[in-house]
């Protein structure tokens, strides 16, 4: 009994101090998951509580227990960029991490990600962001979705600024819905090009059911007649998959009711799609801004629906103001549009309406814009 209970003690011992599981199966799950609780909270600093819950996400160890060493995992994360409180995160999501292989299984997983140019702090925050990444098989589903991935951007370049933006892109499961949502748009008739410029914007756009991607092109080529082949094409795919289709009619109704007609609405959505993506408050306010008090047609506005997006109190409000003073002290200045002085740059504006009647009225602007911002 006295030499059992030492072996049982040294192996304890050398758990705390190097590794977690020795490959000899002589600790139940509780005390295996003790003793991991133990190791988060001396090397890793976690709370008591936190290294409970993060234990109890490893349901079972009997695959785990070849690596004799955390620590080797923990520095290799240290190597590759993570900082401390980044590994903290990381184990917390997903403790079993601590009992991967690092050269079989870890390096060849981040080394495929480096391949395309994922490296430094871009590779660390999209790993924290979305652990699954490393659990997910190397030949089985990295490899393979990079490669589709690649095939949709065109380049490793785009498919980096992909992941950055949405990291589960890499972690995925239907990389078949991938692949047919492709084959789709391809067959609608819309370029590569235009297919890059749609995924990089929205690329949660690829991952859906291919019944809501063909319904999306319909809507857009069929309800807002917008050609697939258009410019604008991608633009407005994306602000129609941005709100729900009961919402997007709420705010036809809007325009409506300010006297536009289905041609009106038509021609802003076809000239700057993002129109219809604006909030129903902003679209209300600035209709009653430019349609009931500047008098401005609806005709003039969907020529013209960059307008709409300004912000009325930080821009539009405080140049209006600029040249109804100007006009109610009868000095001489450039005779523009609407259109023409909202979307002067800052210079441009101070340049044309400011800075040339600093001494017949001075304070002309900046009080204004204070004063009109909420």
Known sequence: MLIRFKCKAASAFRFHSLSIF??????????RSHLLTKYLIKSL???KEEASLA???VTSYKSLNKNKNPDIVVNYFKHVGFNEIQIKQLISVTPKLLFY???KTLKPKFQCLMDIGLTGSDLVNVIVKDTTIVERGLFTHLKPTINCLKRVLGSDDNVVRAVKRTSWLLSFGGRNVM???????KKRGVS???IQ???RRNPRCITQKPEWVKDLLDRVERDFRLPLDSSMFPYG???LASQKKSRCGEKVEIFKSFGWSDEDVLTMFRKLPYCIALSEVKIRKGLSLYVKELGYDAAYISSHPSILIYSLEKRVLPRMQVLKILDEKKLERRKMGLYSVVSLTERKFKDYFVLPYKDQVPDLYEPLKKTLAP
Do not use: C, P, R
């Open 22 to 31: 020795e490959s000899q199966n002589l600790y139940s799950t509780l005390t």
């Open 45 to 47: 600093g976690f709370t």
């Open 55 to 57: 234990s109890s996400k």
């Open 101 to 103: 292989d690092v050269t």
């Open 179 to 185: 692949e047919s949502n492709l084959m789709l748009l």
């Open 192 to 194: 590569d090009e235009k």
């Open 197 to 199: 410029i749609l995924v």
């Open 237 to 239: 795919f994306h602000a």
